[in-house]
Every structure is written in C-alpha cells, then in structure tokens.
C-alpha cells in the first residue's frame, strides 16, 4: 500500500514561530505536493515538487517555503507563523508522466496558530 | 484560468436515498477529471475519474459521467449508506499534473 506521512496530526505554535511540516512517501513518487484546506474554499495548491531540489509555486505561496533534499521527503515551512494561516494541510504525491497518475494524500496536519 | 464548482452543502440525507452532487468545470482545453473523498480524520483519497468526453467512472456505486457539452461531472449514487458520510471533493487535472480543487459538499447519511 502507498504511504504518505506526516510528521504531526495537530501542532499549535504562536505568531512569529518558525514551523516545519513534514512528509515523507514510500513509493518513490516523483512529484510531491503541498496543500492547505479551508473550509468553503476546498484544497488550494501552495507548492509543488516534481525532482529532488526542484520546486514550483502554487496558487497561494505567499509566507510558505519549501524543501525536497530528498525524494521521498518534502517540507513544508513557515517562515514567520502568522494567524491566517490556521489550517488543515495536506501533503500529496503521484508518479510523473502523461498519464493521470493519482495522488495519494498523507492524513493532514492541523495547524493552529496562536 | 482552471475552476472548479461544487454544490454548496452540508447535504444531509437518510439511508438508501438517490444521491447527486454537482460540479461544474471551467478550463482551457479537455481536462481529466475527479472526485475524491475524504472519510473523518483521514486524507483525500480517489473515488473515480474520466479523462475525455462521454467517459463514465465509477467505484464503490457512485458514477459521475463527462460532459463536455455542459462543462459538468456530476455524482451520483443510487442509494448511499451511512459509511458513505464524508466530504466530497471535485478536481480537474491543470497544467503539469496539478489537481484544481472545487470547495468541497460534506455528506452525512443518517440511518
């Protein structure tokens, strides 16, 4: 079976802490990704990585960086924590290539920033 | 740009109910399309895809069929049970195998 983990199911930190997310995936799936869920707004793409050190931004990158030093590990990070980002977020990896290869989704880490 | 939208819920029905959840799609070209499903405290995970016109998908007894003609990949169940209780999410495929994402319809069935 796929796994994709993460490193914490709930983490509460406060306003200007540094925070890294992490996850890893066991079926050296190229490409990893990372989302944050809201509700009444769904799954928004805030970065995604298709080889190791490669990475591209999503659709809401702003606060976030990211790190793939290796292929089964991306890292997702919170420069200066702030409030607005209180969230569900979601690690993801699929194969590459031109087929629609799934993603697999690890469990979620729900961030509360105080 | 890609979008995707879903019906708004939370939808609520009783055991062996007829279930639909609309989505509708906007984008450029004939995208590959989704539905995921999230059980409680779980990730998403796939329920079904087609990825050209007239394709049907299915699993699990939910279908959803590809219209093009309409922009639209609706669910459908014929009579939904109580483990069937999750958050439903509609998906198009963009550009380099990013997924775009609808809000999301919260199911609950009730026995």
């Known amino acids: 079976d796929v796994k994709v983990t993460q490193s914490s199911r709930y983490l509460v930190k406060r306003t200007g802490e540094k925070v890294f997310l992490e996850c890893v995936q066991d079926?050296?799936?190229?490409?990893m990704f990372w989302y944050r869920q809201d509700p009444g707004l769904g799954l928004r793409l805030i970065y995604f990585?298709?080889?190791?050190?490669?990475?591209e931004k999503g659709d809401i990158p702003e606060g976030y960086s990211v790190s793939r030093e290796k292929k089964e590990r991306f890292s997702l990070i919170l420069e200066s924590a702030s409030t607005n980002q209180t969230s569900m977020y979601l690690c993801?990896?699929?194969?590459?290539?031109?087929?629609?290869?799934?993603?697999?989704f690890g469990p979620g880490t729900r961030l509360t920033v105080t | 740009g890609n979008s995707v939208t879903q019906m708004e819920g939370p939808v609520t029905l009783s055991e062996e109910a007829f279930l639909t959840i609309n989505c509708t799609y906007t984008?450029?070209?004939?995208?590959?399309l989704f539905w995921y499903v999230q059980y409680p405290g779980e990730g998403l995970q796939l329920l079904l895809k087609?990825?050209?016109?007239?394709d049907k998908g299915s699993n699990k007894g939910f279908e959803a069929t590809y219209r093009k003609e309409t922009t639209s990949f609706h669910l459908e169940k014929g009579s939904v049970q109580v483990s069937d209780s999750a958050v439903y999410f509609c998906?198009?495929?963009?550009?380099?195998?990013?997924?775009?994402f609808g809000q999301g319809t919260r199911l609950t069935i009730n026995p």
């Open positions: 984008a450029t070209g004939y995208p590959s």
């Open positions: 998906a198009l495929r963009g550009g380099a195998q990013k997924l775009v």
């Open positions: 087609a990825t050209k016109a007239d």
């Open positions: 079926m050296d799936h190229e490409n």
């Open positions: 990585s298709y080889d190791v050190k490669m990475k």
């Open positions: 993801a990896s699929s194969y590459q290539g031109p087929r629609d290869y799934e993603q697999y």
